[in-house]
């Protein structure tokens, strides 16, 4: 039983905590990559001193330890799916640009190099023309973008209007639950739009050692200039904070563990007083006797410890088993919310072993100190 309260307070301490890494794992996966870690998101400022146009583009691509550079146009656009017209928000991107945003279609695929006339939509759209994620995609579309106002108007009849040559195929689909219907097209399919103004770009670095040096040398440009790394630093921030308190709440089931193996052991120095008196007598040292409690108490701690971890692993696996049937029934998508660093699993199981072997220390010291013929009459 002692070792099952052991195991219940290590399981309590590795479910939360894991649930808090966990949910930190999903938020990061979800707004963020690797790459996109190392990219700065520029602009012009509201005063249009400086224009992002590929003049622009090219003069950033000078600056020392900028990687790569991956502009966005948005202008606004009619699309023509099956007979059907509707607007969007037309962003012309370079096929590295949800690499660099953290972003990934979540049906098909995302734009490269290779495509010719290939599109990515997001489900604002596909939900206009009253279709599915995979029913749209591999179907063409068309375009008719709308360039620039005449006369300060910014009505769509007032606008300049291209009809797009070609049509374009639906290989990627993103899904989004609020804002406008977009889709995205590789900038080198746009010739015919002739130069284009930028509203944002991308700017990748070569090493994160380099972020806030470049960062200030885009600002001294006359850009405005943010980085996702921002968020994510604040997201971690809040997550370490949440990890701390779920990992308390666990602490205080280990205390209390912690208190019933104390109680264990002294009722088993009760136990076994004339055993001791025994063992004196016949020569043992009082070293030999601290040692049998410590070993004791230790190996409850370390055995408690395991089975604590495979407790929590089980109650994890169950309540990600009731997540994900609940994902099922309200159709959302099913995540892991549940993340175990190997560390913390050693760790989990030296701090297990330590309280045992802490706990037990009184005991032992208690059992040493006894009087062989005070231990043989004891009843």
């Excluded at 950033?60 to 009619?78: D, F, G, H, R, W």
């Excluded at 972003?103 to 599109?119: H, S």
């Excluded at 996702?228 to 666990?250: C, M, P, T, Y």
């Excluded at 208690?366 to 231990?375: D, G, H, I, S, T």
């Amino acid at each position: 039983m002692t070792i099952l309260g052991v195991a219940v307070g290590i399981g309590a301490v590795l479910f939360l905590v894991s649930l808090g890494y966990g949910l930190q794992k999903v938020l990061l996966e979800r707004i963020t990559t690797a790459e996109a870690l190392l990219t700065l998101d520029i602009a012009a400022t509201d005063n249009n001193i400086v224009i992002l146009n590929d003049q622009a583009l090219s003069r950033i691509m000078t600056v020392a330890n900028v990687e790569k550079v991956s502009p966005q146009a948005t202008l606004t656009s009619q699309v023509k799916f099956s007979n059907i017209t509707a607007e969007t928000l037309f962003n012309i991107i370079n096929p590295d640009y949800f690499q660099l945003s953290g972003d990934a279609p979540d049906w098909g695929r995302a734009l490269t190099v290779a495509d010719k006339y290939g599109v990515v939509v997001n489900s604002r759209m596909v939900e206009l023309f009253d279709s599915t994620p995979s029913d749209i995609l591999g179907k063409k579309v068309n375009f008719r973008v709308f360039l620039q106002g005449n006369e300060g108007s910014n009505t769509l009849e007032s606008l300049e209007n291209i009809d797009l040559r070609d049509e374009y195929e639906v290989v990627g689909v993103i899904e989004e639950q609020d804002g406008p219907a977009e889709v995205f097209v590789n900038r080198a399919d746009m010739a015919e739009l002739g130069d284009l103004q930028y509203q944002t770009a991308k700017v990748k670095v070569k090493s994160d050692r380099n972020l806030e040096t470049v960062r200030e040398k885009l600002i001294s440009m006359g850009f405005a200039v943010s980085a996702i790394s921002d968020v994510v630093d604040e997201a971690n921030k809040i997550f370490r904070i949440i990890q701390i308190v779920l990992g308390i709440f666990g602490v205080i089931a280990v205390v209390v563990a912690a208190i019933a193996l104390a109680n264990t052991m002294t009722i088993s120095l009760l136990e076994r007083t004339q055993d001791i008196g025994i063992m004196r007598a016949i020569g043992a040292a009082r070293t030999d006797i601290r040692n049998l409690f410590l070993i004791e108490s230790t190996l409850i701690g370390l055995i408690g410890g395991v089975f604590g971890i495979l407790l929590g692993f089980f109650g994890a696996f169950v309540f990600n088993l009731g997540i994900k049937l609940l994902a099922r029934i309200l159709g959302g998508q099913s995540v892991d919310i549940f993340f175990t660093p190997l560390w913390f699993m050693l760790f989990i199981i030296i701090f297990s072993t330590s309280v045992g072997f802490v706990t037990g220390i009184f005991p032992a010291r208690r059992a040493a100190k006894l009087n062989p013929l005070q231990a043989l009459r004891y009843k």
